[in-house]
């Protein structure tokens, strides 16, 4: 049951491709809590996803967008204001494509073509939509946007390729564009740096149940899921949050502040003590436990 943290409020959810995306989830949950909204994704994703089940079940409607193509990303807004009967008060862009990870590209020979395309959908595209709707003026006053990033915007993580690269451009964006928004319109703008989250765009990346696993080690709470990001972007999307703008917020169970946990240490001692070929017995986690 919601609380109608969202009563009367209207949004646009972009990337909802199937139950696993966090963009169902937000769109499910914004609907919980009271809002109207759209969904939107590419023609393509739209035919081969389940984008429309979820219009079904929301009693809405799917506009289909590129949203690296202004003119269907002012299609999207001027339509949505038409059947949602006005301007919106959120938006959510869980966009993210990489070429050069599905091709298995390593990071130093890059393919660029595949990088403009990487930039262009998962970073440029977030300027692109709110370029848009500040010229059309669709955002109410006090608005929400807010865009899925990842800690791989500020720190090195094997396989994530240029996705990283992505991610850190859309944080620049959220600073850069929130600032403008914010003095002149009141609209808010931030970024989520969600844990690992097994999705059709996360399984992608190289190692990525490793990842998990070593996120899942590292995080003091534990990985944050799908529905617990969703719930995130509820408070952001609320008049709770109002003077929250410009940040990227973490939503990682603590992994972002973590250095080395005793359950990665004790994990990593393990294959230690099996590889290890000097003969010296290795300490145990437990003879220098901090709790």
Same mark, same amino acid.
Request: include cysteine; aromatic fraction near 8%; charge should be negative.
């Given at each position: 049951?919601?609380?109608?943290?969202?009563?009367?409020?209207?949004?646009?959810?972009? *990337?909802?491709?199937?139950?696993?995306?966090?963009?169902?989830?937000?769109?499910?949950?914004?609907?919980?809590?009271?809002?109207?909204?759209?969904?939107?994704?590419?023609?393509?994703?739209?035919?081969?996803?389940?984008?429309?089940?979820?219009?079904?079940?929301?009693?809405?409607?799917?506009?289909?967008?590129?949203?690296?193509?202004?003119?269907?990303?002012?299609?999207?807004?001027?339509?949505?204001?038409?059947?949602?009967?006005?301007?919106?008060?959120?938006?959510?862009?869980?966009?993210?494509?990489?070429?050069?990870?599905?091709?298995e590209r390593h990071y130093s020979d890059l393919d660029y073509n595949y990088l403009d395309k990487t930039l262009d959908v998962s970073a440029i595209s977030f300027h692109k939509v709110m370029q848009t709707a500040r010229k059309l003026d669709?955002?109410?006053?006090?608005?929400?946007?807010?865009?899925?990033?990842?800690?791989?915007?500020?720190?090195?993580?094997?396989?994530?390729?240029?996705?990283?690269?992505?991610?850190?451009?859309?944080?620049?964006?959220?600073?850069?564009? *929130?600032?403008?928004?914010?003095?002149?319109?009141?609209?808010?703008?931030?970024?989520?740096?969600?844990?690992?989250?097994?999705?059709?765009?996360?399984?992608?990346?190289?190692?990525?149940?490793?990842?998990?696993?070593?996120?899942?080690?590292?995080?003091?709470?534990?990985?944050?899921?799908?529905?617990?990001?969703?719930?995130?972007?509820?408070?952001?999307?609320?008049?709770l949050t109002r003077k929250v703008t410009m940040q990227n917020l973490f939503n990682d169970g603590g992994f972002s502040n973590m250095g080395m946990s005793?359950?990665?240490?004790?994990?990593?001692?393990? *294959?230690?003590?099996?590889?290890?070929?000097? *003969?010296?017995?290795?300490?145990?986690?437990?003879?220098?436990?901090?709790?």
């Amino acid at each position: 049951m919601g609380n109608n943290l969202l009563k009367g409020k209207k949004g646009i959810v972009f *990337g909802a491709l199937n139950p696993d995306s966090i963009a169902w989830k937000v769109a499910e949950r914004a609907h919980e809590e009271g809002a109207t909204l759209t969904l939107t994704n590419t023609p393509v994703a739209i035919r081969m996803g389940e984008t429309q089940a979820l219009a079904d079940k929301l009693n809405t409607i799917v506009i289909g967008a590129d949203a690296t193509n202004t003119d269907d990303l002012k299609n999207l807004f001027e339509k949505s204001m038409e059947y949602l009967g006005g301007k919106v008060d959120f938006v959510l862009h869980s966009i993210g494509m990489s070429p050069n990870v599905r091709k298995e590209r390593h990071y130093s020979d890059l393919d660029y073509n595949y990088l403009d395309k990487t930039l262009d959908v998962s970073a440029i595209s977030f300027h692109k939509v709110m370029q848009t709707a500040r010229k059309l003026d669709a955002i109410n006053e006090w608005g929400s946007v807010v865009a899925l990033s990842y800690v791989a915007a500020q720190r090195t993580f094997y396989g994530y390729n240029d996705m990283a690269d992505a991610k850190a451009l859309l944080e620049s964006f959220a600073r850069s564009f *929130g600032y403008i928004y914010g003095r002149e319109r009141r609209v808010r703008v931030n970024t989520i740096s969600q844990s690992p989250t097994l999705t059709t765009a996360g399984s992608g990346v190289k190692g990525f149940d490793r990842l998990l696993d070593f996120a899942e080690r590292m995080s003091p709470l534990g990985n944050a899921t799908s529905d617990e990001c969703a719930d995130y972007c509820i408070t952001l999307f609320s008049d709770l949050t109002r003077k929250v703008t410009m940040q990227n917020l973490f939503n990682d169970g603590g992994f972002s502040n973590m250095g080395m946990s005793l359950r990665a240490l004790e994990q990593y001692e393990k *294959g230690l003590h099996k590889d290890c070929a000097c *003969g010296e017995d290795l300490p145990s986690a437990d003879e220098h436990r901090y709790d």
